[in-house]
């Protein structure tokens, strides 16, 4: 019963996801014509106030508060071997971000966001007072023997997701972020399975596997994939055969900002992968998302083809933590103050170019 309940929210929520506002946006590029500069020559940053004039349905948007959603939660497939780093990592690195000491809290105090952790799923137990605690289970279970997720896990995640950004209220920019030691090997196996693409083209080295423990990763997802038959079509099923309370924890995040009409960052491989999900069950999802950077896991760059977005920058990054979509912000925000900002040539007595001559 409970289960349906879930699945009726999701789908409601997916319902109310509308395609950008046109008419804000063409109002947004002409007002991009008519700025003192030689026409399109702030490239990206003009898409992208473009982009967010869409979303935010008016000719001038504008970005008050921004904030980092980090999902947390542990990984079944660990047992296999499939990361250089044990997953008691998970829980320490989320009392980490928790007393500000982390990459992402770094990144997040420069950029001015407010960094949310949330335990999805993490084994052990945590407790905080600035943790938001809303545990599905305890990791997931290891699918390279079967299932992740049950159903009933998979959507609860998703609806955790939808809780934790529909709780950010007067937020216009959000960031998602992840940890969960072994996550990298689910997001391969989301990623195979439903652009289908041979596990080896879409598998990394993650924390730094060597080669025989690459090659070692590559078996185990093949596996996985393998017993768990994961329907291509269905991405609710791939997310559940082989995903991450973390990846589906995102994605809930990802369809409630689309639904508020709230433009959303997305960090690495794994956000990826949770775009990926997110935009198979709702297309116009993807019309809100920027791709805040590339990561070093060449699946990501496969997602990013696949959802058709550019991303802003190429660090060399492979953190994840959201670390590569709070760096971006600073060019989003570029962005929109260039756009809010500047005057017309009108304004400010600047000669325009010369009207061409019409034939
Ligand atoms: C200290 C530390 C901090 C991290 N912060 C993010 N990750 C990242 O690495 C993990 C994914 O890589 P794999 O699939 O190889 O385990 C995730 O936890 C991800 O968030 C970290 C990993 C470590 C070790
Ligand atoms: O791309 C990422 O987000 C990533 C890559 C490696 C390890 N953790 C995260």
């Known amino acids: 019963m409970e289960k349906q309940a879930d699945r009726q929210r999701i789908n409601d929520l997916i319902a109310r996801i509308e395609p950008l506002d046109v008419e804000a946006m063409e109002q947004a590029r002409q007002r991009?014509?008519?700025?003192?500069?030689?026409?399109?020559?702030?490239?990206?940053?003009?898409?992208?106030?473009?982009?967010?004039?869409?979303?935010?349905?008016?000719?001038?948007?504008?970005?008050?508060?921004?904030?980092?959603?980090?999902?947390a939660g542990d990984h079944g497939?660990?047992?296999?071997?499939?990361?250089?780093?044990?997953s008691e990592v998970t829980p320490q690195m989320v009392q980490n971000f928790l007393h500000g000491g982390a990459a992402i809290n770094a990144l997040a105090r420069q950029a001015n966001a407010r960094v949310v952790i949330v335990d999805i799923g993490v084994a052990s137990e945590l407790h905080?007072?600035?943790?938001?605690?809303?545990?599905?289970?305890?990791?997931?279970?290891?699918?390279?023997?079967?299932?992740?997720?049950?159903?009933?896990?998979?959507?609860?995640?998703?609806?955790?997701?939808?809780?934790?950004?529909?709780?950010?209220?007067?937020?216009?920019?959000?960031?998602?972020?992840?940890m969960g030691i072994g996550n990298t090997t689910a997001s391969s196996a989301i990623t195979a399975d439903l652009l289908q693409l041979p596990v080896s083209q879409v598998t990394g080295r993650g924390t730094g596997l060597n080669d025989a423990q690459l090659d070692h990763k590559i078996v185990v997802i093949e596996r996985a994939l393998?017993?768990?038959?994961?329907?291509?079509?269905?991405?609710?099923?791939?997310?559940?055969?082989?995903?991450?309370?973390?990846?589906?924890?995102?994605?809930?995040?990802?369809?409630?900002?689309?639904?508020?009409?709230?433009?959303?960052?997305?960090?690495?491989?794994?956000?990826?992968?949770?775009?990926?999900?997110?935009?198979?069950?709702?297309?116009?999802?993807?019309?809100?998302?920027?791709?805040?950077?590339?990561?070093?896991?060449q699946g990501h760059g496969h997602i990013l083809r696949a959802l058709e977005l550019a991303p802003l920058l190429n660090l060399g990054l492979r953190l994840g933590e959201g670390t590569g979509a709070v760096l971006a912000m600073h060019l989003i925000e570029g962005a929109l103050h260039t756009h809010n900002e500047m005057l017309t040539f009108a304004e400010a007595g600047v000669s325009n170019r010369e009207e061409e001559e019409k034939n």
């Open 32 to 71: 991009q014509e008519n700025l003192t500069k030689p026409a399109g020559s702030l490239g990206r940053l003009e898409k992208l106030a473009i982009q967010i004039a869409g979303i935010q349905r008016r000719a001038l948007p504008g970005i008050e508060q921004k904030v980092v959603i980090v999902m």
């Open 77 to 86: 497939v660990t047992v296999e071997g499939v990361s250089a780093y044990p």
């Open 128 to 178: 905080h007072p600035d943790l938001v605690s809303r545990k599905v289970a305890p990791g997931t279970a290891n699918m390279a023997q079967g299932a992740a997720m049950t159903e009933a896990q998979m959507l609860t995640a998703i609806n955790v997701g939808i809780d934790i950004l529909q709780a950010q209220q007067g937020v216009q920019l959000v960031a998602t972020g992840d």
């Open 226 to 297: 393998a017993i768990n038959q994961p329907e291509p079509q269905n991405p609710l099923d791939v997310l559940m055969k082989v995903g991450g309370l973390e990846i589906a924890g995102l994605v809930g995040v990802i369809l409630a900002a689309a639904a508020e009409r709230i433009a959303v960052v997305i960090d690495g491989f794994i956000s990826g992968a949770a775009a990926l999900v997110a935009a198979r069950l709702c297309p116009a999802a993807c019309q809100y998302l920027i791709a805040g950077h590339t990561s070093v896991e």
